[in-house]
């Protein structure tokens, strides 16, 4: 169990670092400047009382959520192809995959053309600097659509590999209550990417120049 743990510590500070480097390299420096304590302050250190005085919705903001979004999308589009010997399942071939095989007869494809539809999203978000009202439309589109998707997958597919779920007293279906839990949390989290979604465009609106 140590080794993963300190696998996924060692990722995600990565991860991290990722964002920040692509942040600092792809902002426009007069608007990273903002953010930056040489930003018309005359070298006074930077306080969290400032932090009300940053535009919430200026161009950098949304290039920063569009960076940090294809960082998880790309984390997200690894999940199929996590090997089954990470959960230490011994499947005789060390290239088989923790998800079931089958899905790949058309589930999994579907799944990376949305992930690419959303990262198109977010890239258009990156090169114009802007959340408009077409964007958050197509967002609420893809978001629904994903949603959906998820939900016929865990309802009607074998999800994990068979020889994994066999070590755990499964078939790989997702069932009971653990289904329940896993779908209210899918429409959570969607639900509430669409009211933030709202709130980032009219702010957007109300910080965007006449």
């Known amino acids: 169990m ?18 920040f480097a692509i942040i600092e390299r792809t902002v426009p420096q007069e608007e990273f400047a903002t953010y ?5 302050r005359g070298g006074r250190p930077w306080s969290a009382a400032e932090l009300d005085q940053v535009p919430t ?5 949304i ?16 999940l199929p192809l996590v090997p089954a010997s990470f959960f230490y ?3 005789g071939d060390p290239g088989q995959t923790f998800v079931d095989p ?3 007869s058309g589930w999994l494809q579907a799944f990376y053309v949305l992930l690419v539809l959303v990262a198109a999203m977010q890239v258009w978000k990156l090169v114009t600097g802007r959340f ?11 978001d629904i659509v994903f949603a959906v998707y998820l939900t016929a997958l865990l309802t009607t597919q074998q999800v994990a590999h068979p020889e994994l779920a066999a070590q755990f007293g499964g078939d790989g279906s997702v069932t009971g209550v653990v289904l329940v839990i896993v779908l209210v949390v899918i429409w959570g989290v969607t ?3 669409q009211w933030d979604s709202v709130r980032a465009w009219r702010r957007a609106r109300r910080t965007r120049p006449a």
């Open 57 to 61: 919705a200026s161009g950098a903001s």
């Open 132 to 142: 408009s009202g077409a964007m958050l439309g197509i967002e609420i589109v893809l």
């Open 2 to 19: 140590i080794w993963p743990v300190i696998t996924a510590v060692l990722i995600t500070f990565s991860g991290a670092v990722i964002v």
């Open 102 to 104: 089958a899905l790949w």
């Open 191 to 193: 639900v509430w990417d």
């Open 63 to 78: 290039r920063a959520d569009a960076i940090v979004s294809l960082v998880l999308l790309a984390l997200v589009a690894l």
């Open 36 to 40: 930056t304590r040489d930003a018309g």
């Open 89 to 91: 399942v011994d499947s």
